[in-house]
C-alpha cells in the first residue's frame, strides 16, 4: 500500500508555471506506474500523463499535458512531478497524484480513471485570465 501526498498547487497568472510534486510513503515505490488526474467540481476526473517504472516511459494520451505538461519520478526520494508550463485557466482543477502496482510496462489503458486503485488527496490549482 502506498499513501500519497500532493503538494505544489496555487495560484497563478495565465501563462504561468507551477511544479506539482507527490511523495509517497510505503513499500516498493519503484514499482509502481503513477500518474496525475485532475478534476474541476462537476466533472468527472481527467487524465493528464502517467510514468511506468522508468522515468524514460511516459504517457499522456494527447490530452491536456501535450506539449504544455512533463511528468517525472525520482525512485530514490519516492516523488512523482507535474512541471506544468503556458498555464490556462481551463487548466484550473485540483491535481490528484494516483498509483497501481505495474504488472507491465505499458501504460496505454491507464487513462481509464478506474486502472488507478491508489490516491491522495489533491491539490488545488487556480489559473486567472
Known amino acids: 500500500q502506498l499513501q500519497l501526498v500532493e503538494s505544489g498547487g496555487g495560484s497563478v497568472q495565465d501563462g504561468g508555471s507551477l511544479r506539482l510534486s507527490c511523495e509517497a510513503s510505503g513499500r516498493f515505490f519503484e514499482d509502481y506506474n503513477m500518474a496525475w488526474i485532475r478534476q474541476v467540481p462537476g466533472k468527472e476526473r481527467e487524465f493528464v500523463a502517467a510514468?511506468?517504472?522508468?522515468?524514460?516511459?511516459?504517457?499522456y494520451n494527447g490530452g491536456p499535458a501535450k506539449g504544455r505538461f512533463t511528468i517525472s519520478r525520482d525512485n530514490a526520494k519516492s516523488a512523482v512531478y507535474l512541471q506544468m508550463t503556458n498555464l490556462k485557466p481551463e487548466d484550473t482543477a485540483v491535481y490528484y497524484c494516483?498509483?497501481?502496482?505495474?504488472?507491465?510496462?505499458?501504460?496505454?489503458?491507464?487513462?481509464?480513471?478506474?486502472?488507478?486503485?491508489?490516491w491522495g488527496r489533491g491539490t488545488q490549482v487556480t489559473v486567472s485570465p
Open positions: 494516483a498509483a497501481e502496482y505495474a504488472a507491465g510496462d505499458i501504460l496505454r489503458g491507464s487513462e481509464n480513471i478506474a486502472y488507478w486503485s491508489h
Open positions: 510514468i511506468g517504472r522508468r522515468d524514460d516511459n511516459t504517457y
